[in-house]
């Protein structure tokens, strides 16, 4: 893998775009920073002369942003897949010693240098397709040092490919093995010392619980929520995907920026996610794998103008998913999102899904160069093919990086 820094510069002046709306377009890159886009008529003279990128027509969008993954993780679980094809469910599973917990023990098992090995090749399916912006939770290690070596990985993935990553600890995923029976104890561990040791070392940007009947109640998911308040880390919350525990209501009231899966959420929740402005992250790759049959409220979201995200919850359990624009085409075909409301969901409500909406998820001046041209002429081909790779080439953090 070449070093990231030694890609070429996307600096220049790139003509010959189609934007979203399907108007021509064009954008300056000066200092790996987008200086300028709008109409190619009406470029400013000082960036006239810049030298130019031709993109021959191509559409261009904004860097794909996937807001919800959990990439880093030892082994993987087909063997969890087979016996749901012989009929036992997530929950079954999961009582059956397998699930998260068969994670945790691989993730335990592997070293650092086997976590990024294994995590940079999933991450390269997704940056191919021009994700520039991801987000990466730990919560297959539930210990202090097995927790420490996920989001270290999460963060040297970012230097070594040029990518955004914002880390979330997700200590609160599941009972590790050794706390059986001792669900207070665990979560006393996280809010005591694993999440005040983790942000000392500049590990967390965000906390996140998976609050659910084979999880965390809703009172230990609030004493998370306490203590990421007390640290001044943002929360976001694993809500409402099997049944419904009133998490997002909760989320809500601590600002969460995210509710993610929510296909059991209530009117309630979605009232107060509107009122806090939250963000509703869907998983249509999750949904599917699970062969899920309660579709989430998107009618009731969009009539209270709640921002739909749209992610792949890569994870070797429930979406064992590479591809942001399969979820986009998922997120229609499943959920009935229109072709906007998708591309937004891997755009820009990702990005403000994860508190990056001033510099990710959008083409505009003052942002870094984070955009992608397509081998497609029309908006609505984003979501409708799927299993190919229409990329033309990837501006990714001021370089072309991929393309
Ligand atoms: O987002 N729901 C909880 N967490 C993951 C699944 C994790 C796993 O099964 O390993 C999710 O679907
Ligand atoms: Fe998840």
């Given at each position: 893998?070449?070093?990231?820094?030694?890609l070429?510069?996307?600096?220049?002046?790139?003509?010959?775009?189609?934007?979203?709306?399907?108007?021509?377009?064009?954008?300056?890159?000066?200092?790996?920073?987008i200086?300028?886009?709008?109409?190619p008529?009406?470029?400013?003279?000082?960036?006239?002369?810049?030298?130019?990128?031709?993109?021959?027509?191509?559409?261009?969008?904004?860097?794909?942003?996937?807001?919800?993954?959990?990439?880093?993780?030892?082994?993987?679980?087909?063997?969890?897949?087979?016996?749901?094809?012989?009929?036992?469910?997530?929950?079954?599973?999961?009582?059956?010693?397998?699930?998260?917990?068969?994670?945790?023990?691989?993730?335990?098992?592997?070293?650092?240098?086997?976590?990024?090995?294994?995590?940079?090749?999933?991450?390269?399916?997704?940056?191919?397709?021009?994700?520039?912006?991801?987000?990466?939770?730990s919560?297959?290690?539930?210990?202090?040092?097995?927790?420490?070596?996920?989001?270290?990985?999460?963060?040297?993935l970012?230097?070594?490919?040029?990518?955004?990553?914002?880390?979330?600890?997700?200590?609160?995923?599941?009972?590790?093995?050794?706390?059986?029976?001792?669900?207070?104890?665990?979560?006393?561990?996280?809010?005591?010392e694993?999440?005040?040791?983790?942000?000392?070392?500049?590990?967390?940007?965000?906390?996140?619980?998976?609050?659910?009947?084979?999880?965390?109640?809703?009172?230990?998911?609030?004493?998370?929520?306490?203590?990421?308040?007390?640290l001044?880390?943002?929360?976001?919350?694993?809500?409402?995907?099997?049944?419904?525990?009133?998490?997002?209501?909760?989320?809500?009231?601590?600002?969460?920026?995210?509710?993610?899966?929510?296909?059991?959420l209530?009117?309630?929740?979605?009232?107060?996610?509107?009122?806090?402005?939250?963000?509703?992250?869907?998983?249509?790759?999750?949904?599917?794998?699970?062969?899920?049959?309660?579709?989430?409220?998107?009618?009731?979201?969009?009539?209270?103008?709640?921002?739909?995200?749209?992610?792949?919850?890569?994870?070797?359990?429930?979406?064992?998913?590479?591809?942001?624009?399969?979820?986009?085409?998922?997120?229609?075909?499943?959920?009935?999102l229109?072709?906007?409301?998708?591309?937004?969901g891997?755009?820009?409500?990702?990005?403000?899904?994860?508190?990056?909406?001033?510099?990710?998820?959008?083409?505009?001046?003052?942002?870094?160069?984070?955009?992608?041209?397509?081998?497609?002429?029309?908006?609505a081909?984003?979501?409708?093919?799927?299993?190919?790779?229409?990329?033309?080439?990837?501006?990714?953090?001021?370089?072309?990086?991929?393309?």
């Amino acid at each position: 893998m070449p070093s990231f820094d030694t890609l070429p510069s996307a600096d220049g002046l790139w003509t010959g775009l189609t934007g979203l709306d399907g108007q021509p377009c064009a954008i300056a890159v000066q200092g790996g920073q987008i200086a300028w886009t709008g109409a190619p008529d009406a470029v400013p003279a000082g960036h006239a002369a810049l030298p130019q990128h031709a993109g021959q027509g191509a559409l261009v969008t904004p860097g794909l942003v996937d807001c919800h993954t959990h990439l880093v993780y030892g082994g993987q679980r087909a063997n969890e897949f087979a016996m749901r094809l012989a009929g036992a469910s997530y929950e079954e599973v999961a009582q059956a010693g397998g699930g998260i917990v068969s994670s945790v023990r691989a993730t335990r098992e592997a070293t650092e240098e086997e976590l990024f090995a294994s995590a940079s090749a999933r991450l390269q399916s997704l940056l191919a397709e021009g994700v520039c912006a991801i987000e990466i939770k730990s919560g297959y290690g539930l210990a202090l040092e097995h927790e420490r070596k996920q989001l270290r990985v999460a963060r040297r993935l970012a230097t070594a490919h040029g990518v955004t990553v914002r880390t979330t600890f997700l200590g609160a995923h599941a009972l590790p093995p050794e706390y059986v029976g001792r669900s207070g104890d665990y979560i006393d561990l996280v809010c005591r010392e694993m999440l005040p040791a983790l942000h000392a070392e500049g590990l967390v940007d965000a906390v996140d619980v998976f609050c659910e009947r084979i999880a965390f109640s809703l009172a230990e998911t609030e004493q998370v929520f306490r203590a990421a308040q007390a640290l001044g880390i943002p929360v976001k919350l694993h809500a409402e995907q099997l049944s419904d525990m009133g998490g997002a209501a909760l989320a809500a009231r601590y600002g969460a920026l995210s509710c993610d899966h929510i296909e059991h959420l209530s009117q309630e929740g979605i009232d107060a996610m509107a009122a806090a402005g939250t963000v509703a992250v869907l998983l249509p790759g999750a949904y599917y794998t699970l062969r899920d049959t309660q579709l989430p409220p998107i009618a009731a979201l969009r009539a209270a103008g709640v921002p739909m995200a749209v992610s792949t919850d890569h994870n070797p359990g429930t979406s064992p998913a590479l591809s942001l624009l399969l979820m986009a085409n998922m997120a229609c075909t499943l959920f009935r999102l229109t072709v906007p409301e998708a591309i937004a969901g891997i755009t820009t409500h990702a990005a403000r899904a994860l508190g990056l909406q001033a510099t990710h998820g959008a083409i505009a001046a003052g942002m870094p160069a984070n955009f992608v041209l397509w081998k497609l002429q029309d908006a609505a081909e984003l979501a409708y093919w799927f299993g190919q790779r229409p990329v033309r080439c990837v501006v990714r953090q001021g370089r072309i990086a991929e393309g």
